[in-house]
């Protein structure tokens, strides 16, 4: 429910699924790149209990950060 609300915000984020080794485990697939499409965000795998996949969001959310426009307020 978190992830519709941000997309209902319409700002730039990125989406993390965490436990990915637990949903291979129970033999899950897990198409990022069709969930990325179909929300028009970035996906990054997780497993934070042993900080995999921490470097490609911090990345990833410093990518996306970058292409977003600032607004002088001016």
Same mark, same amino acid.
């Given at each position: 429910?978190? +992830?519709? *609300?941000?997309?209902?915000?319409?700002?730039? /984020?990125?989406? $993390?699924?965490?436990?990915?080794?637990?949903? =291979?485990?129970?033999?899950?697939?897990?198409?990022?790149?069709?969930?990325?499409? +179909?929300? *028009?965000?970035?996906?990054?795998?997780?497993? /934070?209990?042993? $900080?995999?996949?921490?470097?490609?969001?911090? =990345?990833?959310?410093?990518?996306?950060?970058?292409?977003?426009?600032?607004?002088?307020?001016?």
């Amino acid at each position: 429910y978190l +992830a519709v *609300h941000v997309l209902e915000l319409e700002v730039p /984020a990125v989406l $993390a699924l965490n436990m990915m080794d637990v949903a =291979e485990a129970r033999g899950h697939i897990i198409d990022l790149d069709k969930i990325s499409q +179909a929300l *028009h965000l970035p996906v990054v795998q997780t497993v /934070a209990r042993r $900080a995999k996949g921490l470097e490609a969001l911090v =990345e990833t959310v410093q990518q996306v950060a970058e292409d977003f426009p600032t607004y002088d307020h001016a």
